[in-house]
Antibody
Framework: EVQLLESGGGLVQPGGSLRLSCAAS????????MTWVRQAPGKGLEWVSS????????YYADSVKGRFTISRDNSKNTLYVQMNTLRAEDTAVYYC???????????????WGQGTTVTVSS | EIVLTQSPATLSLSPGERATLSCRAS??????LAWYQQRPGQAPRLLIY???NRATGIPARFSGSGSGTDFTLTISSLEPEDFAVYYC??????????FGQGTRLEIK
């Protein structure tokens, strides 16, 4: 069974940093692109970032470009996002998702984790 | 950036009825449109991709149609577990990947 388990969320002050992790199991992690999607409280879904299976290519929403860095460790079957210079508007549940395509992102999220909550507040 | 507009914002129906949800794109996305379901307190779930392809394990009562700028998600006969929020998402011209604002399907 394909499973994704996010961790690393919490309360952080504006301007602070946080690193989220997503542990994957049940599939050959290195052969699939991965994505982070977030959802602010009571709001809709917002794409954050994607990474190819080999980590060669990364993609970012304008709202996080320059502040967030997506990465992966295929030896550990784990996806990461390093979030710096956090703002109140980054407060959200962060979901990691497996791409339906393959090594190259197809931009279709076919399996989602349960999410981890990030709260940016003083 | 391609903007997706979903309608209606809220749809009130009874179990057994047919649901029709719409998603309109600000420019053509060809058939590169997906639909997701999100039940309260849960992560989203992929229902349909590339306009009309059901994802693995999705019941046949869910169907998608459309191309270009106008798309429809149809649920032929509503089950109690189908009452949720539904999002469309485009992958035609990315980044960025964009989602619609969602349609809430509620029990009448």
């Amino acid at each position: 069974e394909v499973q994704l388990l996010e961790s690393g969320g919490g309360l952080v002050q504006p301007g602070g940093s946080l690193r989220l992790s997503c542990a994957a199991s049940g599939f050959t992690f290195s052969t699939y692109a991965m994505t982070w999607v977030r959802q602010a409280p009571g709001k809709g879904l917002e794409w954050v970032s994607s990474i190819s299976g080999s980590a060669t290519n990364t993609y970012y929403a304008d709202s996080v470009k320059g502040r967030f860095t997506i990465s992966r460790d295929n030896s550990k079957n784990t996806l990461y996002v390093q979030m710096n210079t956090l703002r109140a508007e980054d407060t959200a549940v962060y979901y990691c998702a497996k791409d339906l395509g393959g090594v190259v992102p197809a931009a279709i999220a076919d399996v989602w984790g349960q999410g981890t909550t990030v709260t940016v507040s003083s | 950036e391609i903007v997706l507009t979903q309608s209606p914002a809220t749809l009130s129906l009874s179990p057994g009825e047919r649901a029709t949800l719409s998603c309109r794109a600000s420019q053509s996305v060809n058939n590169y449109l997906a639909w997701y379901q999100q039940r309260p307190g849960q992560a989203p779930r992929l229902l349909i991709y590339d306009a009309s392809n059901r994802a693995t394990g999705i019941p046949a009562r869910f169907s998608g149609s459309g191309s270009g700028t106008d798309f429809t998600l149809t649920i032929s006969s509503l089950e109690p577990e189908d009452f949720a929020v539904y999002y469309c998402q485009q992958r035609s011209n990315w980044p960025p990947i964009t989602f619609g604002q969602g349609t809430r399907l509620e029990i009448k």
